[in-house]
């Protein structure tokens, strides 16, 4: 009866019909897979976004201002938590947003494993800026925000985790493209008008289909941004290909010859060598770099006896028309001092106005300017898509993705109430679809043609292909379970 059903609804010869068996088979193996982990990936990525506004307002500091109104020094500012806190290493300063805001600055301890800061824990503190009274210290690593990113991300098993919702999720593109081929109208699209009495299976069926052409293509966004943090894919395929060089980026010239020969002697255009890149930048749990600046090697200064100071860099940031920022400070003696105005870093909302700015802590001379629009074409689709995946684009932004992860949540009941639904009664099945070999053949060769471009993921594929022609075809008992 479900087969007439089906081929009523599409008025398609038998041979097309065939081969929706066959894709309507390996959406379902797909999801059997894939379900529990974007189930997983959902709910995370819901509490990430109701948490991370919590937390801030929780942890937003109340500053009292003389009445002189005269701010600290940033050297000032600067010695007072380095009184304070003798034995760490200052990376970072986030200068206040207004006249009613604090300034911050992230320190780890001299003895954090790392290189240079690279992934060691890190403490903000939170300064007033007026009277230099110390407000507060948090530990980034340790908030709710980041425990639930941590799950989102790697599920607590680390690479492990991290390979796993790497191939859930190139697994659900390729749901997502399965389950629009059998949703896509075949006669009227009033067919993807949900009933609104859900009794029956057809009545949550409809309701799936609808859904999911509504939210297909905000999702493969959200799948494909959530990649590019992926250890295979996104780190070592990717990004790799996407980095500036062979963009519009041209190195800087330097006005002083020798200040230039020097340049080129310590290695700095020498961009193959330098293993010292931009993502040595990002701290423990908090991403300071755009994605697509992580693999590009980082300047290096001259060295010097005399330096310049963090007064004099935000100077150079005022006079470069920087508004929102922060200022890395330099790894050591050849490091450089950056001043960047990301998304990702939650400076700016707009990814066209990013900038990173590179000076040399000799003498402040800019080695390197990287703006949105040097960035290769990838580089600046992540760029936005990024911050649009994290909800960091204004309200307007957050309130989207809410209403988006909760349409994926309805899409997953929905999936899942028509298959309970519609699986054989009272018998130990699951209620596979069936489908002819001939066209099982052809879906199989079109899902790992396209399972090509995420390496994981047809590895996974290819496990499951195995085990459905060497096991569940040949032994009867499983076969009676899975069809």
């Known amino acids: 009866m479900r087969n007439d059903m089906l081929n009523n609804e599409a008025n398609t010869p038998v041979k097309t019909y065939n081969f929706y068996s066959s894709v309507w088979r390996w959406h379902f193996y797909t999801g059997l897979f894939v379900i529990p982990f974007l189930l997983i990936l959902s709910l995370s990525g819901l509490l990430m976004l109701i948490t991370k506004p919590v937390e801030n307002w929780l942890t937003q500091p109340t500053i009292s201002i003389p009445a002189d109104t005269t701010k600290l020094s940033s050297t000032s500012l600067l010695n007072i938590v380095r009184t304070n806190y003798p034995n760490t290493t200052v990376l970072l300063f986030v200068p206040p947003k207004s006249n009613e805001d604090y300034a ?36 980034s690593t340790a908030s709710i925000y980041e425990k639930i990113k941590t799950l989102h991300g790697s599920l607590f098993l680390g690479s492990i985790g991290d390979n796993l919702i790497e191939i859930a999720t190139g697994l659900s593109i390729m749901m997502i493209l399965t389950g629009l081929y059998m949703a896509w109208p075949k006669i009227s699209w009033r067919t993807l008008v949900p009933n609104f009495i859900f009794k029956t299976q057809e009545d949550w069926r409809r309701l799936h289909k609808s859904l999911g052409v509504l939210i297909a293509i905000p999702l493969l966004l959200f799948l494909f941004s959530g990649l590019a943090w992926t250890d295979i894919w996104g780190g070592k395929l990717v990004q790799p290909w996407s980095y500036l060089p062979g963009s519009n980026f041209k190195a800087p010239k330097v006005s002083d010859q020798n200040v230039a020969n020097q340049y080129i002697e310590s290695k700095i255009i020498k961009v193959q060598k330098n293993e010292h890149n931009h993502e040595l930048m990002n701290h423990a749990a908090v991403y300071q770099v755009p994605w697509a600046l992580e693999k590009i090697p980082l300047p290096e200064s001259i060295k010097s006896s005399d330096n ?123 209620g596979a679809p069936s489908a002819p070999k001939s066209a099982n053949k052809i879906v199989i060769l079109i899902m790992l043609l396209v399972s090509v471009f995420f390496p994981l993921s047809a590895a996974a594929l290819l496990l499951i292909i195995s085990i459905d022609i060497l096991f569940i075809s040949r032994l009867k008992s499983l076969k009676a379970v899975l069809k």
């Open 308 to 430: 310049i100071d963090l007064e004099k860099v935000i100077n150079i940031a005022k006079e470069q028309n920087f508004n929102q920022y922060r200022v890395h400070f330099p790894k050591d003696e050849t490091g450089v001092w950056t001043i960047s105005a990301t998304t990702i870093a939650g400076d700016i909302t707009n990814p066209s106005m990013e900038r990173t700015l590179h000076l040399d802590q000799s003498n402040g001379e800019t080695l390197a300017d990287f703006k949105f629009e040097d960035y290769s074409a990838l580089g600046m689709a992540m760029s936005a898509f990024i911050p649009f995946h994290q909800g960091d684009l204004g309200l307007w932004n957050w309130l989207l993705n809410v209403a988006i992860v909760l349409l994926v949540l309805l899409l997953i009941i929905s999936g899942a109430t028509q298959w309970w639904k519609r699986r054989p009664k009272n018998k130990r099945k699951i």
């Open 104 to 139: 911050q600055f992230s320190l780890k301890q001299a003895s954090a494993h790392g290189h240079s800061g690279h992934n060691a824990p890190s403490t903000t503190v939170q300064i007033n800026p007026y009277s230099g009274e110390i407000l507060g210290e948090l530990d």
